[in-house]
């Protein structure tokens, strides 16, 4: 499956942005699909899954209540939602597919995933 972010950009702090991953390639309601991201000198880090299912959804402590997930399996694609941002949230924000995943889990380890986007940058000035 290839997978293609989109959204990103440059925002001020308390702004908001809408991410999106378009799938190609297989069945999109046979994947769990996840948001990861990665600062300059860190390690990817976990932001927000959502089940094949649609139903089971899990979320960073540092983005509850700011990011939301959703996915629209008609249009082959996964939403994150991001309001509220801060300097903090500023890194390379990568989509990623799971196709081993029960229906109703969320996977939240990279090690996880099988298939992974080229990303796209998010910048919150302060």
């Known amino acids: 499956v290839q997978l293609q972010a989109s959204g990103g950009g440059l925002v001020q702090a308390g702004g908001s942005l809408r991410l999106s991953c378009a799938a190609s390639g297989r069945t999109f309601s046979g994947y769990a699909m996840g948001w990861f991201r990665q600062a300059p000198g860190k390690e990817r880090e976990f932001v927000s899954t959502?089940?094949?299912?649609?139903?089971?959804?899990r979320y960073a402590d540092s983005v509850k209540g700011r990011f939301t997930i959703s996915r629209d399996n008609a249009k082959n694609t996964v939403y994150l939602q991001m309001i509220s941002l801060k300097p903090e949230d500023t890194a390379v924000y990568y989509c990623?597919?799971?196709?081993?995943?029960?229906?109703?889990?969320?996977?939240?380890?990279?090690?996880?995933?099988?298939?992974w986007g080229q990303g796209t940058q998010v910048t919150v000035s302060s």
């Open positions: 959502i089940s094949r299912s649609g139903t089971m959804f």
């Open positions: 990623a597919a799971d196709y081993r995943s029960m229906w109703y889990e969320a996977p939240t380890k990279t090690m996880e995933y099988d298939y």
